[in-house]
Protein backbone atom coordinates (compact mmCIF):
# COMPACT_ATOMS: atom_id res chain seq x y z
CA UNK A 1 0.00 0.00 0.00
CA UNK A 2 3.07 2.22 1.13
CA UNK A 3 5.12 1.68 -2.41
CA UNK A 4 1.30 2.09 -4.29
CA UNK A 5 1.35 5.64 -2.81
CA UNK A 6 4.89 6.47 -3.05
CA UNK A 7 4.17 5.76 -7.54
CA UNK A 8 1.37 7.78 -7.28
CA UNK A 9 3.32 10.78 -6.16
CA UNK A 10 6.09 10.42 -7.99
CA UNK A 11 3.85 10.04 -11.29
CA UNK A 12 1.47 13.11 -10.49
CA UNK A 13 3.26 15.25 -8.37
CA UNK A 14 0.25 17.88 -8.38
CA UNK A 15 -2.71 16.12 -7.99
CA UNK A 16 -1.61 12.90 -5.82
CA UNK A 17 -3.49 14.21 -2.94
CA UNK A 18 -7.14 14.33 -4.60
CA UNK A 19 -6.17 10.65 -7.15
CA UNK A 20 -5.59 8.83 -3.18
CA UNK A 21 -8.66 10.40 -1.86
CA UNK A 22 -10.76 9.04 -4.38
CA UNK A 23 -9.16 5.67 -4.36
CA UNK A 24 -11.09 4.19 -0.96
CA UNK A 25 -8.75 1.40 0.33
CA UNK A 26 -5.64 4.11 -0.10
CA UNK A 27 -7.58 6.80 1.55
CA UNK A 28 -8.63 4.37 4.29
CA UNK A 29 -4.73 3.25 4.33
CA UNK A 30 -3.95 6.81 5.49
CA UNK A 31 -6.19 7.57 7.64
CA UNK A 32 -5.64 4.60 9.53
CA UNK A 33 -1.71 4.86 9.52
CA UNK A 34 -1.37 8.52 9.67
CA UNK A 35 0.15 10.55 13.50
CA UNK A 36 -1.80 14.08 12.82
CA UNK A 37 -5.41 14.32 13.72
CA UNK A 38 -5.68 17.61 13.99
CA UNK A 39 -4.66 18.80 10.53
CA UNK A 40 -6.94 19.92 7.45
CA UNK A 41 -4.18 19.07 5.07
CA UNK A 42 -4.36 15.69 3.53
CA UNK A 43 -0.89 15.47 2.14
CA UNK A 44 0.53 16.30 5.31
CA UNK A 45 -1.77 13.08 6.91
CA UNK A 46 -0.36 11.40 3.92
CA UNK A 47 3.40 12.52 4.47
CA UNK A 48 2.93 11.52 8.15
CA UNK A 49 1.44 7.90 7.21
CA UNK A 50 4.30 6.99 5.30
CA UNK A 51 7.25 8.31 7.04
CA UNK A 52 5.23 7.53 10.76
CA UNK A 53 6.18 11.26 11.59
CA UNK A 54 4.49 13.30 13.53
CA UNK A 55 3.67 16.96 13.27
CA UNK A 56 4.75 17.49 17.81
CA UNK A 57 7.95 18.22 18.27
CA UNK A 58 9.55 16.88 21.28
CA UNK A 59 8.97 20.49 22.97
CA UNK A 60 5.46 19.74 22.03
CA UNK A 61 4.44 22.58 19.70
CA UNK A 62 3.49 21.81 16.60
CA UNK A 63 6.01 21.68 13.31
CA UNK A 64 5.10 23.57 10.14
CA UNK A 65 4.50 21.21 7.21
CA UNK A 66 5.75 21.89 4.05
CA UNK A 67 5.65 19.70 1.59
CA UNK A 68 5.34 16.20 0.72
CA UNK A 69 9.28 16.15 -0.29
CA UNK A 70 10.63 18.08 2.41
CA UNK A 71 8.30 17.05 4.96
CA UNK A 72 8.14 19.05 8.45
CA UNK A 73 10.12 22.42 9.06
CA UNK A 74 10.15 24.07 13.11
CA UNK A 75 7.10 25.35 14.51
CA UNK A 76 9.18 28.66 14.29
CA UNK A 77 12.35 30.66 14.00
CA UNK A 78 15.73 29.90 16.58
CA UNK A 79 15.06 32.86 17.98
CA UNK A 80 11.35 31.16 19.49
CA UNK A 81 11.69 27.67 18.43
CA UNK A 82 13.49 25.90 20.85
CA UNK A 83 14.04 22.78 18.12
CA UNK A 84 15.36 25.29 15.37
CA UNK A 85 17.56 26.58 17.89
CA UNK A 86 19.13 23.24 19.24
CA UNK A 87 19.57 22.74 15.55
CA UNK A 88 21.81 25.51 15.11
CA UNK A 89 23.54 24.59 17.94
CA UNK A 90 24.10 21.19 17.14
CA UNK A 91 25.52 22.70 13.84
CA UNK A 92 27.61 25.07 14.90
CA UNK A 93 28.85 22.44 17.79
CA UNK A 94 29.64 20.20 14.68
CA UNK A 95 31.60 22.42 12.67
CA UNK A 96 33.74 23.31 15.60
CA UNK A 97 34.60 19.32 15.79
CA UNK A 98 35.63 19.69 12.31
CA UNK A 99 38.51 22.68 13.43
CA UNK A 100 42.33 21.36 13.06
CA UNK A 101 43.99 22.08 15.92
CA UNK A 102 45.90 24.31 14.68
CA UNK A 103 42.86 26.73 14.31
CA UNK A 104 41.83 25.58 17.61
CA UNK A 105 45.25 26.80 18.79
CA UNK A 106 44.94 29.94 17.26
CA UNK A 107 41.01 30.81 18.41
CA UNK A 108 42.39 30.13 22.40
CA UNK A 109 45.66 32.02 21.60
CA UNK A 110 43.62 35.02 20.37
CA UNK A 111 41.26 34.44 23.22
CA UNK A 112 44.16 34.67 25.81
CA UNK A 113 45.54 37.69 24.29
CA UNK A 114 42.06 39.69 24.48
CA UNK A 115 41.72 38.76 28.16
CA UNK A 116 45.17 40.22 28.91
CA UNK A 117 44.23 43.25 27.10
CA UNK A 118 41.31 43.76 29.03
CA UNK A 119 41.84 42.38 32.43
CA UNK A 120 45.25 41.72 32.97
CA UNK A 121 45.19 37.83 32.97
CA UNK A 122 44.70 35.19 30.57
CA UNK A 123 41.57 34.12 31.74
CA UNK A 124 38.75 35.25 33.30
CA UNK A 125 38.62 33.35 36.02
CA UNK A 126 41.63 34.84 37.70
CA UNK A 127 40.10 37.86 37.95
CA UNK A 128 40.26 38.37 41.76
CA UNK A 129 36.46 39.38 41.43
CA UNK A 130 36.02 35.64 39.69
CA UNK A 131 37.98 34.25 42.16
CA UNK A 132 35.75 36.03 45.21
CA UNK A 133 32.63 35.13 43.35
CA UNK A 134 33.66 31.64 42.99
CA UNK A 135 34.85 30.76 46.80
CA UNK A 136 31.04 32.64 48.05
CA UNK A 137 29.46 30.18 45.57
CA UNK A 138 31.07 26.82 46.63
CA UNK A 139 30.81 27.58 50.14
CA UNK A 140 26.97 27.19 49.85
CA UNK A 141 26.53 23.52 50.12
CA UNK A 142 22.79 24.08 48.75
CA UNK A 143 24.44 25.50 45.34
CA UNK A 144 26.76 22.50 44.69
CA UNK A 145 23.69 20.17 45.30
CA UNK A 146 21.78 21.79 42.47
CA UNK A 147 24.48 21.95 40.16
CA UNK A 148 25.37 17.97 40.93
CA UNK A 149 21.69 17.52 40.25
CA UNK A 150 21.29 19.55 37.28
CA UNK A 151 24.17 18.35 35.47
CA UNK A 152 22.76 14.44 36.43
CA UNK A 153 19.33 15.69 35.20
CA UNK A 154 20.75 17.06 32.01
CA UNK A 155 22.82 14.09 31.71
CA UNK A 156 19.55 12.17 31.54
CA UNK A 157 17.36 13.75 29.50
CA UNK A 158 20.38 13.84 26.82
CA UNK A 159 22.08 10.58 27.08
CA UNK A 160 19.97 8.55 29.48
CA UNK A 161 23.04 8.31 31.83
CA UNK A 162 23.49 9.53 35.32
CA UNK A 163 27.09 10.70 33.79
CA UNK A 164 27.90 11.05 29.79
CA UNK A 165 30.82 8.82 30.25
CA UNK A 166 28.65 6.37 30.92
CA UNK A 167 27.19 6.62 27.28
CA UNK A 168 29.41 4.09 24.85
CA UNK A 169 29.31 6.93 22.05
CA UNK A 170 30.79 9.91 24.30
CA UNK A 171 33.34 7.36 25.74
CA UNK A 172 34.33 5.94 22.64
CA UNK A 173 34.89 9.95 21.58
CA UNK A 174 37.16 11.18 24.31
CA UNK A 175 39.31 7.54 23.41
CA UNK A 176 39.55 9.13 19.55
CA UNK A 177 40.23 12.81 21.24
CA UNK A 178 42.88 11.53 23.32
CA UNK A 179 44.98 9.51 20.88
CA UNK A 180 44.82 12.32 18.45
CA UNK A 181 46.17 14.66 21.11
CA UNK A 182 48.69 12.57 22.80
CA UNK A 183 49.45 9.66 20.05
CA UNK A 184 48.20 6.90 22.95
CA UNK A 185 45.84 6.08 24.94
CA UNK A 186 44.82 7.18 28.51
CA UNK A 187 45.93 3.88 29.64
CA UNK A 188 49.67 4.13 28.31
CA UNK A 189 50.01 7.44 28.78
CA UNK A 190 49.44 6.88 32.79
CA UNK A 191 51.21 4.02 33.04
CA UNK A 192 53.96 6.19 31.31
CA UNK A 193 53.34 9.06 33.97
CA UNK A 194 53.09 6.64 36.84
CA UNK A 195 56.62 5.01 36.23
CA UNK A 196 58.28 8.65 35.43
CA UNK A 197 56.87 9.65 39.23
CA UNK A 198 58.44 6.65 40.58
CA UNK A 199 62.06 7.01 39.10
CA UNK A 200 61.98 10.52 40.18
CA UNK A 201 61.03 9.72 43.69
CA UNK A 202 63.59 7.15 43.92
CA UNK A 203 66.15 9.39 43.02
CA UNK A 204 65.27 12.22 45.31
CA UNK A 205 63.73 10.01 48.30
CA UNK A 206 65.30 6.65 47.78
CA UNK A 207 61.17 5.44 48.02
CA UNK A 208 58.25 4.91 45.55
CA UNK A 209 56.11 7.68 47.22
CA UNK A 210 57.83 11.17 48.54
CA UNK A 211 55.07 10.21 51.43
CA UNK A 212 56.66 6.78 52.05
CA UNK A 213 60.43 8.64 53.28
CA UNK A 214 60.87 8.44 57.26
CA UNK A 215 61.94 12.43 57.09
CA UNK A 216 58.49 13.39 55.31
CA UNK A 217 56.45 11.34 56.98
CA UNK A 218 57.67 13.07 60.73
CA UNK A 219 57.32 16.13 58.86
CA UNK A 220 53.74 15.63 58.07
CA UNK A 221 53.06 14.64 62.11
CA UNK A 222 54.38 17.63 63.43
CA UNK A 223 52.11 19.73 61.19
CA UNK A 224 48.63 17.81 61.71
CA UNK A 225 49.86 17.80 65.34
CA UNK A 226 50.63 21.51 65.21
CA UNK A 227 47.39 22.31 63.07
CA UNK A 228 44.93 19.72 63.96
CA UNK A 229 46.01 18.07 67.41
CA UNK A 230 46.05 14.65 66.03
CA UNK A 231 49.19 12.69 63.96
CA UNK A 232 47.09 11.97 60.92
CA UNK A 233 43.93 13.97 59.29
CA UNK A 234 41.36 11.18 59.49
CA UNK A 235 41.94 11.46 62.90
CA UNK A 236 40.05 14.54 63.30
CA UNK A 237 36.25 13.86 63.52
CA UNK A 238 35.64 16.49 61.52
CA UNK A 239 37.70 15.81 58.58
CA UNK A 240 36.36 12.49 59.04
CA UNK A 241 32.92 13.44 59.11
CA UNK A 242 33.99 15.29 55.88
CA UNK A 243 35.46 12.32 54.19
CA UNK A 244 32.36 10.05 54.94
CA UNK A 245 30.02 13.02 53.49
CA UNK A 246 31.93 13.28 49.98
CA UNK A 247 31.59 8.71 50.03
CA UNK A 248 28.28 8.88 50.36
CA UNK A 249 27.34 12.01 48.23
CA UNK A 250 29.25 10.03 45.47
CA UNK A 251 28.97 6.45 45.95
CA UNK A 252 25.67 6.31 48.61
CA UNK A 253 27.51 4.41 51.21
CA UNK A 254 30.81 6.00 53.20
CA UNK A 255 34.18 4.05 53.26
CA UNK A 256 32.66 1.35 56.14
CA UNK A 257 29.80 0.78 53.43
CA UNK A 258 27.48 1.43 56.04
CA UNK A 259 25.59 4.99 56.58
CA UNK A 260 25.48 6.91 59.52
CA UNK A 261 22.63 7.77 60.06
CA UNK A 262 23.70 10.42 62.55
CA UNK A 263 24.66 12.91 59.84
CA UNK A 264 21.40 14.02 59.22
CA UNK A 265 23.12 16.94 56.93
CA UNK A 266 24.01 14.34 54.50
CA UNK A 267 20.55 12.28 54.95
CA UNK A 268 18.36 15.60 53.99
CA UNK A 269 20.84 16.02 50.98
CA UNK A 270 21.22 12.51 49.55
CA UNK A 271 17.09 11.50 49.90
CA UNK A 272 16.46 15.32 48.35
CA UNK A 273 18.79 14.26 45.32
CA UNK A 274 18.30 10.57 44.61
CA UNK A 275 14.86 9.96 46.36
CA UNK A 276 13.53 7.01 48.68
CA UNK A 277 13.75 4.18 46.31
CA UNK A 278 17.30 4.60 44.53
CA UNK A 279 18.74 5.62 47.95
CA UNK A 280 17.63 2.43 49.84
CA UNK A 281 18.20 0.20 46.66
CA UNK A 282 21.97 1.60 46.46
CA UNK A 283 22.35 1.60 50.36
CA UNK A 284 21.31 -1.59 50.05
CA UNK A 285 18.59 -1.24 52.48
CA UNK A 286 14.53 -2.05 52.17
CA UNK A 287 12.68 1.26 52.04
CA UNK A 288 11.15 0.55 55.45
CA UNK A 289 13.71 0.95 56.88
CA UNK A 290 15.34 3.17 55.28
CA UNK A 291 12.13 5.46 55.62
CA UNK A 292 11.93 4.53 60.07
CA UNK A 293 15.61 5.92 59.98
CA UNK A 294 14.37 9.44 58.32
CA UNK A 295 11.26 9.15 60.51
CA UNK A 296 13.48 9.00 63.76
CA UNK A 297 15.88 11.61 62.76
CA UNK A 298 13.10 14.15 61.65
CA UNK A 299 14.43 13.77 58.42
CA UNK A 300 12.19 15.46 55.76
CA UNK A 301 10.87 13.50 52.72
CA UNK A 302 10.13 15.11 49.69
CA UNK A 303 7.33 14.67 46.70
CA UNK A 304 7.76 14.36 43.43
CA UNK A 305 5.81 16.53 41.09
CA UNK A 306 4.20 13.51 40.10
CA UNK A 307 3.09 13.01 43.81
CA UNK A 308 2.15 16.30 44.50
CA UNK A 309 -0.30 16.78 40.74
CA UNK A 310 -1.95 13.44 41.79
CA UNK A 311 -2.86 14.53 45.25
CA UNK A 312 -3.74 17.77 43.92
CA UNK A 313 -5.82 16.00 41.44
CA UNK A 314 -7.39 13.57 44.31
CA UNK A 315 -8.15 16.58 46.62
CA UNK A 316 -10.02 17.83 43.23
CA UNK A 317 -12.35 14.48 43.39
CA UNK A 318 -13.49 15.53 47.31
CA UNK A 319 -11.74 12.18 48.06
CA UNK A 320 -10.64 12.61 51.79
CA UNK A 321 -10.50 9.05 52.88
CA UNK A 322 -6.83 8.69 51.11
CA UNK A 323 -3.61 7.23 52.25
CA UNK A 324 -0.24 8.18 50.61
CA UNK A 325 2.87 6.06 50.81
CA UNK A 326 1.66 3.23 53.27
CA UNK A 327 3.00 0.26 54.33
CA UNK A 328 -0.90 -1.02 55.91
CA UNK A 329 -1.01 -3.34 52.81
CA UNK A 330 1.96 -5.10 51.78
CA UNK A 331 4.02 -4.80 54.71
CA UNK A 332 7.46 -4.94 52.85
CA UNK A 333 6.33 -3.49 49.81
CA UNK A 334 5.23 0.66 49.75
CA UNK A 335 1.74 1.87 48.22
CA UNK A 336 1.75 5.22 46.38
CA UNK A 337 -1.52 5.66 46.84
CA UNK A 338 -4.75 4.36 48.79
CA UNK A 339 -8.92 4.14 49.13
CA UNK A 340 -9.66 2.27 51.60
CA UNK A 341 -13.33 2.76 50.31
CA UNK A 342 -13.03 2.01 47.48
CA UNK A 343 -10.51 -0.87 47.55
CA UNK A 344 -8.53 0.76 44.96
CA UNK A 345 -4.81 1.20 45.17
CA UNK A 346 -2.69 3.64 42.94
CA UNK A 347 1.57 2.56 41.75
CA UNK A 348 2.95 6.07 40.47
CA UNK A 349 6.21 4.48 38.58
CA UNK A 350 8.81 6.78 36.92
CA UNK A 351 10.33 4.92 33.53
CA UNK A 352 13.55 5.53 34.90
CA UNK A 353 13.26 4.80 38.44
CA UNK A 354 10.89 1.25 37.40
CA UNK A 355 13.65 0.14 34.56
CA UNK A 356 15.37 -3.42 35.39
CA UNK A 357 18.87 -2.00 35.91
CA UNK A 358 16.98 -0.25 38.98
CA UNK A 359 16.08 -3.41 40.53
CA UNK A 360 13.08 -3.25 39.26
CA UNK A 361 13.02 -6.93 37.60
CA UNK A 362 10.54 -8.63 35.16
CA UNK A 363 7.92 -9.48 38.52
CA UNK A 364 8.27 -6.61 40.53
CA UNK A 365 5.24 -4.71 39.45
CA UNK A 366 3.43 -8.26 39.04
CA UNK A 367 4.06 -8.94 42.52
CA UNK A 368 2.46 -5.77 44.13
CA UNK A 369 -0.53 -6.37 41.52
CA UNK A 370 -1.40 -9.87 42.94
CA UNK A 371 -0.59 -8.87 46.46
CA UNK A 372 -3.29 -6.62 46.86
CA UNK A 373 -5.28 -8.53 44.62
CA UNK A 374 -4.85 -11.26 47.71
CA UNK A 375 -6.84 -8.50 49.54
CA UNK A 376 -9.18 -7.25 47.34
CA UNK A 377 -7.51 -4.22 46.43
CA UNK A 378 -7.73 -3.07 42.52
CA UNK A 379 -4.12 -1.89 41.88
CA UNK A 380 -3.17 0.65 39.03
CA UNK A 381 0.28 1.31 38.13
CA UNK A 382 0.72 4.78 36.12
CA UNK A 383 3.74 5.76 34.45
CA UNK A 384 4.98 9.09 34.46
CA UNK A 385 5.62 9.41 31.20
CA UNK A 386 1.96 8.56 30.86
CA UNK A 387 0.92 11.29 33.40
CA UNK A 388 3.43 14.21 31.66
CA UNK A 389 1.34 13.16 28.58
CA UNK A 390 -1.73 15.50 28.17
CA UNK A 391 -3.88 12.83 26.05
CA UNK A 392 -3.05 10.16 28.24
CA UNK A 393 -3.04 12.01 31.26
CA UNK A 394 -6.74 12.86 30.87
CA UNK A 395 -7.42 8.88 30.26
CA UNK A 396 -5.65 7.87 33.21
CA UNK A 397 -7.87 10.78 35.22
CA UNK A 398 -10.79 9.57 34.01
CA UNK A 399 -10.28 6.08 35.05
CA UNK A 400 -8.99 6.84 38.78
CA UNK A 401 -12.23 9.20 38.40
CA UNK A 402 -14.39 5.66 37.57
CA UNK A 403 -12.86 3.89 40.09
CA UNK A 404 -14.19 6.17 42.36
CA UNK A 405 -17.79 6.55 40.92
CA UNK A 406 -17.21 10.06 39.87
CA UNK A 407 -17.85 9.22 36.06
CA UNK A 408 -21.24 10.53 34.57
CA UNK A 409 -23.83 7.63 34.34
CA UNK A 410 -25.50 6.91 31.58
CA UNK A 411 -27.82 3.97 30.40
CA UNK A 412 -27.44 1.75 27.80
CA UNK A 413 -31.13 1.30 27.21
CA UNK A 414 -31.37 4.99 25.98
CA UNK A 415 -28.09 4.76 23.32
CA UNK A 416 -28.32 3.49 19.89
CA UNK A 417 -26.41 0.91 18.46
CA UNK A 418 -24.74 1.77 15.22
CA UNK A 419 -21.43 0.49 12.80
CA UNK A 420 -18.77 3.17 13.32
CA UNK A 421 -16.89 4.91 10.49
CA UNK A 422 -13.23 4.47 10.36
CA UNK A 423 -12.62 7.67 11.33
CA UNK A 424 -14.93 8.32 13.74
CA UNK A 425 -13.31 5.22 15.66
CA UNK A 426 -9.93 6.02 15.09
CA UNK A 427 -10.72 9.88 16.91
CA UNK A 428 -12.24 7.75 19.61
CA UNK A 429 -10.04 5.71 20.50
CA UNK A 430 -7.10 8.13 20.24
CA UNK A 431 -8.86 9.86 22.90
CA UNK A 432 -10.17 7.44 25.49
CA UNK A 433 -8.15 4.60 25.39
CA UNK A 434 -4.35 4.03 26.66
CA UNK A 435 -3.07 2.74 23.64
CA UNK A 436 -4.84 4.60 21.16
CA UNK A 437 -6.35 3.53 17.97
CA UNK A 438 -5.91 -0.24 16.32
CA UNK A 439 -7.04 -0.97 13.24
CA UNK A 440 -9.92 -4.19 12.76
CA UNK A 441 -12.16 -5.29 10.46
CA UNK A 442 -15.33 -4.76 12.51
CA UNK A 443 -16.17 -1.24 14.66
CA UNK A 444 -19.41 -0.73 16.76
CA UNK A 445 -20.43 1.30 19.07
CA UNK A 446 -23.52 3.12 21.39
CA UNK A 447 -24.42 6.60 20.37
CA UNK A 448 -26.17 8.53 23.14
CA UNK A 449 -27.73 12.23 21.47
CA UNK A 450 -25.45 11.47 18.47
CA UNK A 451 -22.61 10.88 20.31
CA UNK A 452 -20.20 8.00 20.71
CA UNK A 453 -19.92 7.39 23.91
CA UNK A 454 -18.61 3.98 23.79
CA UNK A 455 -17.02 1.67 20.90
CA UNK A 456 -15.66 -2.02 20.47
CA UNK A 457 -13.57 -3.22 17.54
CA UNK A 458 -13.16 -6.44 16.78
CA UNK A 459 -10.15 -7.89 14.08
CA UNK A 460 -8.94 -11.66 12.89
CA UNK A 461 -7.25 -13.38 16.16
CA UNK A 462 -3.86 -12.43 16.08
CA UNK A 463 -2.18 -14.61 18.72
CA UNK A 464 -4.84 -17.12 19.08
CA UNK A 465 -4.88 -19.78 16.52
CA UNK A 466 -8.10 -21.63 18.04
CA UNK A 467 -10.24 -18.52 17.93
CA UNK A 468 -11.06 -16.72 14.79
CA UNK A 469 -12.01 -12.95 16.47
CA UNK A 470 -10.24 -10.76 18.58
CA UNK A 471 -11.79 -8.33 20.56
CA UNK A 472 -9.26 -5.78 20.03
CA UNK A 473 -10.28 -2.34 21.52
CA UNK A 474 -12.89 -1.44 23.73
CA UNK A 475 -13.40 1.98 25.90
CA UNK A 476 -15.88 4.42 27.00
CA UNK A 477 -15.35 8.09 26.45
CA UNK A 478 -13.74 10.53 28.92
CA UNK A 479 -15.53 10.49 32.44
CA UNK A 480 -18.62 8.88 30.85
CA UNK A 481 -20.03 5.46 32.57
CA UNK A 482 -22.38 3.70 30.14
CA UNK A 483 -24.19 1.03 32.67
CA UNK A 484 -24.84 -2.37 30.67
CA UNK A 485 -22.93 -0.63 27.56
CA UNK A 486 -20.71 -3.40 27.04
CA UNK A 487 -23.44 -6.12 27.26
CA UNK A 488 -25.57 -4.38 24.29
CA UNK A 489 -22.58 -3.93 22.62
CA UNK A 490 -21.93 -8.04 22.41
CA UNK A 491 -25.91 -8.81 22.87
CA UNK A 492 -25.33 -7.18 18.86
CA UNK A 493 -22.99 -9.32 17.77
CA UNK A 494 -22.75 -12.17 16.59
CA UNK A 495 -19.09 -13.32 17.14
CA UNK A 496 -17.13 -15.42 19.46
CA UNK A 497 -13.68 -13.97 20.15
CA UNK A 498 -10.66 -14.13 22.64
CA UNK A 499 -9.40 -10.57 23.86
CA UNK A 500 -7.34 -9.58 26.33
CA UNK A 501 -6.89 -6.99 29.47
CA UNK A 502 -3.99 -5.62 30.60
CA UNK A 503 -3.38 -6.42 34.71
CA UNK A 504 -1.33 -3.33 34.92
CA UNK A 505 -4.90 -1.41 34.78
CA UNK A 506 -8.12 -3.50 34.10
CA UNK A 507 -9.62 -6.03 36.77
CA UNK A 508 -11.31 -8.19 33.96
CA UNK A 509 -14.63 -7.25 35.99
CA UNK A 510 -16.05 -6.45 32.79
CA UNK A 511 -15.57 -9.55 30.91
CA UNK A 512 -16.68 -12.05 33.90
CA UNK A 513 -20.16 -10.27 33.83
CA UNK A 514 -20.74 -10.36 29.88
CA UNK A 515 -20.08 -14.06 30.67
CA UNK A 516 -16.41 -14.49 29.29
CA UNK A 517 -14.09 -17.21 30.61
CA UNK A 518 -10.57 -16.35 31.90
CA UNK A 519 -8.28 -19.33 29.63
CA UNK A 520 -5.48 -18.36 31.05
CA UNK A 521 -2.25 -15.35 32.01
CA UNK A 522 0.59 -14.29 29.95
CA UNK A 523 4.18 -13.41 31.84
CA UNK A 524 5.30 -9.84 32.26
CA UNK A 525 6.20 -8.02 28.74
CA UNK A 526 8.94 -5.46 28.28
CA UNK A 527 8.74 -2.27 26.82
CA UNK A 528 11.63 0.29 26.38
CA UNK A 529 12.88 3.19 27.70
CA UNK A 530 14.02 5.74 24.95
CA UNK A 531 15.20 8.76 25.63
CA UNK A 532 12.04 9.29 28.16
CA UNK A 533 10.10 7.78 26.52
CA UNK A 534 8.51 3.99 26.50
CA UNK A 535 8.13 2.35 23.46
CA UNK A 536 7.36 -0.96 22.35
CA UNK A 537 9.62 -3.64 22.39
CA UNK A 538 8.38 -4.81 19.28
CA UNK A 539 10.58 -2.58 17.23
CA UNK A 540 13.84 -3.55 19.25
CA UNK A 541 13.77 -7.03 18.04
CA UNK A 542 17.05 -8.08 17.80
CA UNK A 543 17.15 -8.67 13.87
CA UNK A 544 15.98 -4.90 13.75
CA UNK A 545 18.87 -3.24 15.78
CA UNK A 546 21.32 -3.59 13.28
CA UNK A 547 19.50 -0.32 11.45
CA UNK A 548 18.71 1.36 14.77
CA UNK A 549 21.30 1.17 17.04
CA UNK A 550 24.62 2.97 16.88
CA UNK A 551 26.40 0.01 18.58
CA UNK A 552 25.88 -3.40 17.25
CA UNK A 553 27.33 -6.53 18.46
CA UNK A 554 25.54 -10.16 16.73
CA UNK A 555 27.21 -11.98 19.42
CA UNK A 556 24.64 -10.27 22.15
CA UNK A 557 21.26 -10.22 22.93
CA UNK A 558 18.64 -8.30 21.91
CA UNK A 559 18.39 -6.50 25.64
CA UNK A 560 22.47 -6.82 25.81
CA UNK A 561 22.65 -4.59 22.71
CA UNK A 562 20.04 -2.32 23.96
CA UNK A 563 21.86 -1.82 27.11
CA UNK A 564 25.17 -0.81 25.76
CA UNK A 565 23.67 1.53 23.86
CA UNK A 566 22.15 3.37 26.66
CA UNK A 567 18.78 2.06 26.72
CA UNK A 568 16.64 -0.13 29.65
CA UNK A 569 13.77 -2.17 29.63
CA UNK A 570 10.75 -1.75 31.91
CA UNK A 571 8.32 -4.83 32.85
CA UNK A 572 4.80 -4.71 32.67
CA UNK A 573 2.31 -7.24 35.07
CA UNK A 574 1.35 -9.54 32.09
CA UNK A 575 -2.19 -9.90 30.87
CA UNK A 576 -5.48 -11.57 31.35
CA UNK A 577 -6.86 -14.14 28.60
CA UNK A 578 -10.75 -14.03 27.83
CA UNK A 579 -12.50 -15.97 25.70
CA UNK A 580 -16.54 -15.46 25.31
CA UNK A 581 -18.91 -18.32 23.14
CA UNK A 582 -21.21 -16.36 21.59
CA UNK A 583 -24.63 -18.44 23.00
CA UNK A 584 -27.62 -16.83 21.39
CA UNK A 585 -28.98 -15.39 18.34
CA UNK A 586 -27.65 -11.29 17.99
CA UNK A 587 -30.16 -9.07 18.98
CA UNK A 588 -32.12 -7.48 16.06
CA UNK A 589 -29.36 -9.54 13.69
CA UNK A 590 -26.96 -8.69 12.13
CA UNK A 591 -28.28 -7.19 8.98
CA UNK A 592 -30.39 -5.21 11.32
CA UNK A 593 -27.04 -2.84 12.56
CA UNK A 594 -27.97 0.86 11.99
CA UNK A 595 -25.22 2.62 9.54
CA UNK A 596 -26.63 5.91 9.93
Same mark, same amino acid.
Given at each position: M???? &???I ?89 Y ?5 ? &? ?26 K ?21 S????N ?7 P ?19 ? &? ?7 ? *? ?35 ? %? ?7 V ?27 V ?11 ? %? ?38 Q ?45 ? *? ?12 ? +? ?10 I ?13 ? !? ?25 G?R??N ?16 L ?30 L ?11 ? +???YA ?27 V ?7 K ?7 ? !? ?17 R ?11 ? %????P ?10
Amino acid at each position: MKQEI &LHIIKNNPRCYSTVIKKTPKLHDWVLEHTLVDDTPKFNEMIYSAIYQKSNICKKNNTKKFKDITAGYGFCNHSSKCQCANDSVSAKVSKAKQNYSIEKKQ &LINKKREETTLTKYGVTNNAQTSHAIKKHKEFYANDNNIQQILTKMQTTSLKRYNVANPMQDPDIANKAKIKWLELYGKNSGV &LYDEITAKK *IATSLENWHCTHPSKNPKVIEKIIKTNLKNRGVSFPL %QDKSVALKVSNTHLNKKFVNNKTKLRFENSTFLNRAVCYFGIKSLASQM %QLSELVLRKQLKKFNIFIPKSQFEIEMQLFVKQLGISNVQYNTWSILKTHEIDVYFPEYDLAIELNGAYWHSEQRNRGKKYHLQKT *IGCNKKGIHLLHIL +DTEWNNSTTNAIWKSIISHKLNKSNR !IYARKCKFKEVPMNEAKEFFDQNHLQGFRGGNLKYGLYHDDTLVQCVILGKSRYNKNAEWELIRMASKQNTAVIGGFSKLIAHLDKSFVTYA +DKRYASGIGYVNIGCTRLNDTPPGYSYVINGVVKSRINFQKHKLKDKLK !IFNSQLTEYENMLINGYDRIWDCGHMTYTYI %QKTTPKGGFNKVITG
